[in-house]
């Protein structure tokens, strides 16, 4: 199906330079799109594929249109945000390409009669919903998922199949929640007797806010007295295990394999790494960035990008290098051994 | 539902001074608790909030009792845990407050005929349980979970939704496992043969002992031939993997996101920090604490804390330190010749 | 159910040396193997165990067996490589022993009338099967599993229970997957816009060769506008975490918890260890060995082994030397205010 570039332009904005009734039928990068897409120049560094690009228009922000806009034989979309621009020219094409979702309820899904599914709801064969659940407007619920009793989801929200929500936990509208994901098992709480572990019952809920994205098999706890809170807004990738009563600010971004320990507050605007470990009960501020592979143990109190994993190298050169970061303290010591050496052939020197 | 508290020491022991027919529905932390709740003081820092605290009780160690029982104007419960007490008695409110599990197979579940379900066990919608497995009394196997053949299920487990258990392995009693665990699949086994891989048949099992607590999307693989085995009592936090073969003793607690390796063999009573890493076919001795984000690479034959990873810094400063850790030969390079410089400069001047 | 040893030969290759009758029921380690057993040597470490070993024959190399072959009582199989021949035959009593699959559609699966399932398929409870799906010959889809619309699945593969597969992803021939497993969900994609996130639509596939095998809870995400491709006889292991537009080149195999960031390029015969982490965007020659725990920050061009973790030490100990890393800078000031030093006084000392 394919789009004349004046309602793209009508829809999301920019100005538009040359024919708008050019047909534009999907989105692909410089290098790869054919004569009935459109394209987009993000990086700079990119200016020069523009002359060559077969695309039929080109999405680009003032100052590369300045510099390459003349060169390009298609129409152009100059807009302030070219990278966010080609994000929503995406979800443009993907709607128009989407089969549309059926509302209603699958007959092999077990709808408790104390839940609420509203009609625009589609939920797929082997939901099972529990009591007191309320499934908002236009939700999708596909196959498999289990939604526990009295959990809320709002309108417009997508439960890919096979998700997990335990009891109690509240859900915003328009969430995205990727297959695996498990929301509201018990937090690792346990006191110890004797050598033993008393559990402790996790009685805490888990809030997520409005368009809020979880990926595949990523792991929320519920609190254990109260509650696991996701703002408005987080994106968490793949894999990532949030601990109890974790806060993590709105529009924070967590890449795949990181998990962040109990009770942690992490800010808003904040980005973590892949597989980085935040430690428990520490608070990082708004706009910080913890790299990859990274683990912070204590709070964080100024913005800023946060580092701290061992360099790769050759194994035999690690070996080497690992031996010495275990020798540290010698090599402290011999320096100390010097100075004093020195001083007193200094001093000697001197007299 | 309230409770007095001659109930609470009744059921949980402790020492009560005070309105023995004082009435609490609930307990929170000292800063949160209302009037018709108990609370509980487990570090000693806490002390000066004793006095402000709305709660109707208190659970105290003897020693705070003489410091700051004088100043509460509620009931005490003097226990010599007081944060096991704290558990135990969240553990009784939980319970009163418990929907009650009813008894029986759900209509949508598929047992196959070969199977043995007690009749108090509770299954829910989708359950699959094949051939062979025993599913004890009061256990409650949650929607869509699948149990192999020849599983076995001890009493009072409790399986939460989307768990898998792969056939022929065993579950003790008393244990919880949360969503997305898998129990028994395939370890990681491959003979290579000129750069290609040979499955190795996995054919042992996963046995897990009473008492044990698995948290969500966690893995164990079953064995190459022997067992992997999870004694009693363990407490394994989210996506934790434990790998074939692995021997994990009797009440060891695993943070989330660890992994342990096929065949490594760690002690009772240890602790292994969030995303650590124990080595395959190492042994690790009981009483021994791994810290947060430690790769363990050799057995540890001594009890203690163990601990090794990179120290985090602003990135700037990480990189230099990086850079530096690189070439620590460098370093020690440098010293050695002004070791040689100051003997020569030392034996001139004593001449 | 036992086997002579000449059926062995006949199917698996090898030098019989003693009784073709022999008869074995199965295979299992020098120490464990009983009288009904075969067992194998593959590491001349373990040879002073064949004279005592109880098994009724052996699998060893040539070498080996020109040193150990004339103390072992039983019948010998002189192979080339012993521990794939050990492989191969543990298979051969595998399929001996399997419960043969039962073709056909379980009456509790869900399967769309525009997809197709062969005949010899066997689909079980609860499975959903999209439309324009395709299920291959043998395939076997076990209880739980949803397959998205226009999926290929290939001949003989093997899906264990909870295995969820987004839309139009294809799976090879003789793949294995574990429960758990997520194939398809979006990639982590998303264009900042004023600190807000616009997510790109995840327009790409999975593609995985034939041959590969997946473990519990590995997540393997679509590839943005590209595909994400896993080529034949890649074998992973359980809760790695592949992200959009990886490419895993043949027979390279990656160890548990690692994660693979978006766009890395991994060669072919490759092993990546245990939670080792590869950094987005980055290119890895073909037999690169990246150990457990590293973080591979940029590409690697030359074939070896690649290591980078802090080494665990005594917390005390980690302690030092993890200021003494902070402080690196400090020593190496020393270190050249000592050369200064040195360098005058060798000059003093020379006038």
Redesign the interface.
Known sequence: MSTRLKELVESLGGQLIGDADTQVSG???LS?ATASQITFLSNPKFRPQVAQTQAAAIILSAADDAVVGADYHGARIVAA?P??Y???A??F??ARNA?PVVPGI?P?A?VDPGAHVAASAHI???V?IEDGAVIGEKARI???C?IG?GVKIGSDSCL???V?V?AACEIGARV?I???V?IG??G?G????G???????Q?GRVLIGDDV?I???T?I?RGA??DTVIEE?V?L???I?I?HNCHIGA?T?I???A?I?GSARIGK?CSIG??A?I?GHITIVDHVH?????????SISEP????????????G??????????N??G??E??RA??K??KQ??E??NE
Not at 190 to 193: C, D, P, R
Not at 290 to 298: D, E, H, I, K, P
Not at 304 to 315: D, E, L, R, S, V
Request: charged share 20%; hydrophobic share 40%.
């Open positions: 989105i692909a990068p790869d945000n990278y966010a080609f994000a929503k995406a979800q094409f993907a089969i699958h092999a077990t797929g064969p082997n099972v596909e196959a498999g289990v009793r890919y199949p096979n997990t335990y995205i990727h297959s695996g498990v098992a018990d690792f346990f006191a110890n007797e050598g033993t572990w008393v559990k402790i019952p009685t994205e990926g595949a098999n792991t706890d007295l109260a807004g994106k990738d793949n894999q295990q601990a529009h971004a890449a795949a394999c998990g320990a605007y892949g597989a470990m430690h913890v790299s990859a592979g990274t683990l912070a143990l204590r800023g990008q946060y580092t701290g994993f061992y360099p790769i190298a050759k194994h050169d690690w070996e080497k290098s690992a031996a010495l970061v275990r540290l303290n090599m402290r011999k320096i010097l100075e050496s020195v052939l200094t000697k020197d």
